[in-house]
């Protein structure tokens, strides 16, 4: 009678041990994981498209120039240059698929139909109730509920580690995960003339004079879309003046290609403002795996300021999520547009 | 750009004469005007462009040192991974012992 005691008192020691671990991540936090993830790896692709978008349009503004000084018998350059470097480039986009490769890590510690730890807790404090009592001896079904509660142990104590662990990565990758964001918000900038906020300073510096402060100079993407976009319009509207007499299909196709280009300036500027939305959610939500993994709390070393993307308590991933989703539609719509394509 | 403007004043000055270029009636001009007119605010918008993207080109170092930085959280990651390989190598130890211990109970 004496060994059915300690051995309940051995499963009972075993689950208190078990129990008495780090809160692990409950099934919300897990699904918040692949979420924060897949929300990563769209922004990288929206990134890029915006890098490719911008750079069409420019190329569009250039075509209507060129196209406009052959009509009327000149010889223009056809110089188009892009608008960035290969290198620009390059180092950006490696930049956004890193931030994506580092959300897919996260996720690959938590492989899909994984039992989140919280749920092994609970299947050990579901057992523990009525299976334990081993004073009346222990019946088929209970054993079969011990022992598949059991084989979950090493799943559980792996959980535990990979947790605690993950907090402290977690952590350490948060000022950089908000240097990027800071940085691809920077780059998209701002079309509005801001550059009162920069005295003298050029742009290029702005960005380590005033880290953690979100008063744009003029510039970057947006500016760039926008002095494109009014381009291509400006000789639109001297083709349509210069084609008075000419038949009406000719200047209604031209009619449409105008409203066509501002639109399309219009919600690619809308999609890189909300992108630029996305990326302070981007940190918020970091932020928020921060907290729910216990990492070092490093606000006084944060980047960007606690307003920044900020919502309600643990709403900054869903309002992420949100955003992204109406984004590829508004990018692939403007792409159409800008190539022309019905 | 001429010597000892800043970046800002060059774009200024260009975004200027931008304006008043896109404010000139092109179907006042003779033909070769016309073409003079595009050939112009085609120049102007490139130098603009070009002002712009100097601007972003030249932050492109702090994107070469954040990079690397935060592929670095790679090597942690896998220090995760490499543990629960072992982890569950020992973890089918565990799983056994459970499983021997059931067979003990059943013998009651």
Known sequence: ?342 | MPQGLTNNDALNRYLEADHLLEMQDITKLPREGQIRLLEAQRYIYTEIQRLQAQSIEERTDIYREVSPELKKSEADFQEIRNWAEQASKAGEAVDGLARGISVLLSLF
């Not at chain 1, 911008?54 to 209507?64: I, M, Q, R, T």
């Not at chain 1, 299976?131 to 079969?144: E, I, M, R, T």
């Not at chain 1, 976009?229 to 003046?241: D, F, G, N, P, Y």
């Not at chain 1, 932020?287 to 990492?295: F, W």
Request: charged share 20%; hydrophobic share 40%.
């Open chain 1, 1 to 342: 009678m004496c060994c059915w005691f300690d051995k309940g008192y051995l499963f009972g020691g075993l689950i208190i041990l078990l129990t008495g671990c780090a809160s692990p991540p409950s099934t919300k936090t897990l699904q918040d994981i692949a979420l924060f993830s897949e929300n990563v790896t769209a922004l990288a692709d929206l990134f890029e498209t915006h890098i490719e978008s911008l750079e069409a349009a420019h190329l569009a503004a250039l075509k209507e120039n060129t196209s406009l000084q052959f009509d009327l018998g000149g010889n223009p350059t056809l110089d188009a240059e892009p608008l960035f470097s290969y290198e620009a480039k390059s180092e950006r986009l490696k930049l956004v698929k890193t931030l994506a490769l580092y959300g897919q890590n996260l996720q690959s510690l938590y492989p899909a139909g994984q039992i989140p730890s919280g749920d092994i807790v609970g299947q050990f404090q579901k057992v523990e109730g009525h299976v334990l009592d081993f004073s009346h001896g222990v019946k088929n079904k209970d054993q079969l509920a011990l022992i598949q509660s059991l084989n979950g142990t090493a799943e559980y104590l792996y959980s535990s580690y990979r947790d605690s662990q993950l907090g402290e990565v977690i952590s350490k990758a948060h000022p950089l995960v908000e240097q990027a964001a800071l940085l691809l918000y920077v780059d998209i900038g701002s079309p509005n003339d801001q550059s009162s906020n920069c005295g003298n300073e050029d742009e290029a510096h702005y960005l380590t004079a005033r880290v953690g402060d979100f008063r744009l100079c003029r510039g970057g993407f947006r500016n760039m879309l926008k002095q494109a976009i009014t381009a291509r319009v400006t000789a639109i509207r001297q083709r349509l003046l210069l084609l008075k007499n000419a038949h009406p299909y000719t200047r209604q196709s031209t009619v449409d290609r105008l409203y066509d280009t501002q639109k399309s300036g219009r919600l690619l500027d809308q999609s890189m403002q909300k992108t630029q939305e996305v990326l302070f959610k981007l940190v918020a939500a970091h932020r928020e795996l921060r907290h729910v993994y216990g990492g070092l709390q490093t606000e006084e070393a944060d980047l960007m300021p606690a307003w920044s993307g900020a919502s309600k308590k643990g709403t900054a991933l869903s309002e992420m999520s949100d955003l992204l989703n109406l984004l590829p539609d508004l990018t692939n719509e403007v792409a159409a547009l800008i190539e022309g394509r019905d």
